[in-house]
């Protein structure tokens, strides 16, 4: 018999109680009780997000909301600065070459968290950029970036947006949208929203819809003007993924009942456990500014990370992820979005343990789910 986990980095799992009010009946998207579902859920947006903004609701997987970005808010022959500390920094990058928007990169070590400084003196080198790219979380290394900090530092600059991409992020950890001054903020429905992929959120501040009156960028579908007029509508506007909005209305409802403390409490406690069993076991992580959404470890030597993945996922019915592009085969990651408690932390570890023990790397079998076990013990977990 063989259960299957799912513990990457997106998708995620889904609750039942979730899958379960997606599977009713569908509404009509232009009837009362669909203004009224989407009205609340858009209230409960702002919650999450901690902002009095507008958040829009794309039907895309969460690159598109960061192709409405830059679509919206840049034109051909603008500058922006892009932070590019891994694959999901480079499609900033790549997303700004497509709309012909000349791409100012900083680039970081795989691994490593951008320096605000270095933000500050590129922004003195370019003061003509238009927008800070960045990631709240590099989700291929795992590194937090200091947006806060960037934030302080973009405000102070009325013609410049900064625009991130929390996409495995918010939700996770504290992200406070408009203390932090974060123009522009990206998520996705497969992360640590616990649904499947197709819904990108965008929230989009005072400066950045003013930028957007001026862009001179082509754009149809992922319209960030036309979105607005048919919030005043109570609607969407093309047809929205109902099934996926109806989905959202109660995780939102859940997280509004917990409240946020609590989800990024259960966030850092899954994150903590499985980074102190990693330890125990004598494996490094990856990253060295970790994010609390993923652990990443660095695959020891002699050993592919894609070899762990595998056994895991064909032997085990597990499903962690390994590393893209330059990190392939040298590392693989494990989950704590979705719908995951400490107990599927105990059996991750426990997984790379005997798969590690498998591929002939000397190790100890319980010495990385007793570390997390102790952890989770002395915090009491749910
Ligand atoms: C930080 C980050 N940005 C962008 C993306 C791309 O999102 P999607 O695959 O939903 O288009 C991902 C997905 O893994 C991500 O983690």
Redesign the pocket.
Known sequence: MKKQYLMA??PVAVAPHVLAKMAEPLIHHRSPQFSALLTQVREDLKYLYQTKNEVLILA?????G?EATVANLLSPGDKAIVIRGGK?GE?WAELCEAYGVKPINIDVPWGEAVEPKGVEEALKDHPDAKAVLV?A????TGVKHPIEELGRIVREKDETVLAV?A???LGVYDIKTDDWNLDIVVT?S??SLSLP?GL?LVSVSEKAWQMAQRTKSSRYYFNFLKEKKAIERQTTAFTPAVSLITGLSVVLKDIRETGLDALFKHHKNLSEATKAGIRALGLELFAKAPSEAITVIKAPDGINGQDVVKILREDYGITIAGGQAQAKGKIFRISHMGHLCQWDMIIALAAVERALKELGHPIELGKGVAAAQEYFANVHTA
């Open positions: 980095p997106g895309s997987s969460g690159t598109g960061m999901f499609r990631q979380h590099e989700t291929s991409d996409i495995s992020a996705g497969q992360k992929p990108a």
